[in-house]
C-alpha cells in the first residue's frame, strides 16, 4: 500500500485474514477492510461506532462480512429476483446473492487528508473470474469521506464496455439500536413498498415504520430518514437511489443466520441505500452512475 507511506492517519493492517486499512484521526477512527470495500467501523472520538458489527463476524478471505456495510454489486439480493435488463447480463446460474463486489479485492486508488477529516477511494475492476459469472464491462469506484460530524459513501459505476450495462446495487448499513422494540424509521410514511415476506406483495405504508418480527422490505422512495434507535438517534440521506430496503432478521432467522448471534436482531437494523426492482440503472457506453448515502447523527431529544 505505497499510498499510505506519507499518510498522516491512515495505515495499512490486518483484520483476521483480511488487509485492512485503519484511520486514526484526532476526530475519529475508522477501519475499511480492502475485501469488499467493506466499512467496518466508524466511530468519532469519544463515542461508539456508529456501525453494528456482528459480535461474531469473521473476517476471512471469499467470506462476506457480518456487520459495517457490505457493497452489493453488480445485482442485488437474490439474482433471479432481478429484473431482466440486469439478468441479462447474468454468465452463470450459480450465482451468489448480492453480487460479487462485497468478497472482491479493491485497490486503494486515493487518499487525501486534512485537519477536517479524509477522504479514501477504492477501485474494482472485475476480474477474470468475475466475468466468468458477469457479461458487464464496467469499473467502479467507492469514495468514503471521513468527517467528525458524518460519514458518506458514494459509489460511482462507469460503464466501460461497448453495449448497454444495467444493474442494481445497494450500500448496506448496518445500525446499532438499543432496542429493537423501541426502533422508528420517519420518512417513509405513505411510500409504496414491495413486502418479500409475503411473497413480494405491494404495500403502503401507514405511519413510521417499527420492528415487531422479521422485517423485509423494499420501499419505492428514497427519502431523508430519520432512525429513532433507543436512545441514539441518526439520520440517512440518499442520492442517485430510488429505492430503499428495510431489514431485521427477526428472532427465527437470526437463529439461522450465520456469524450472527441468535439475540443479535434485538440490537441491529439495516437501511440500505439501493438501486433496487424496478429502480434498476442501466447506462449507455461510456456513462457513469453515483449511488450515495450520507449519515449522520441526531440528538436523543429531538
Known sequence: MAHLADSRFARPTRTGELDTIEICHPGFQ??????????????????????????????????????????????????????????????????????????????????????????????????????????????TRLTFRFRPDSLSLALTTDNTGDKPLAFTQALHTYLPTDDIARTTLSGLEGAAYLETLENWQPKQQQGKVNFESETDRIYQAAPEINVEAGNRGFRLTAGGSGSTVVWNPGPEKARRLSDFPDDGWTGMLCVETANAVDDFRELAPGQSHTLTMTLRTISADR
Do not use: K
Open 30 to 139: 475508522a477501519t475499511i477492510a480492502l475485501q469488499g470495500a467493506h466499512l467496518i467501523r466508524f466511530a468519532p472520538s469519544g463515542e461508539q461506532s456508529w456501525l453494528w458489527l456482528s459480535p461474531t463476524a469473521r473476517f476471512a478471505q471469499g467470506r462476506a462480512i457480518r456487520g459495517g456495510i457490505p457493497v452489493c454489486w453488480p445485482w442485488f439480493g437474490d439474482p433471479a429476483r432481478n429484473p431482466g435488463a440486469v439478468r441479462s447480463l447474468f454468465e452463470a446460474h450459480d450465482l451468489p446473492a448480492h453480487g460479487f463486489a462485497r468478497t472482491a479485492l479493491w485497490s486503494l486508488a486515493e487518499l487525501q487528508e486534512s485537519e477536517s477529516g479524509v477522504t479514501v477511494s477504492l477501485t474494482l475492476a472485475p476480474s477474470v473470474q468475475h466475468l466468468t459469472l458477469w457479461r458487464g464491462r464496467a469499473r
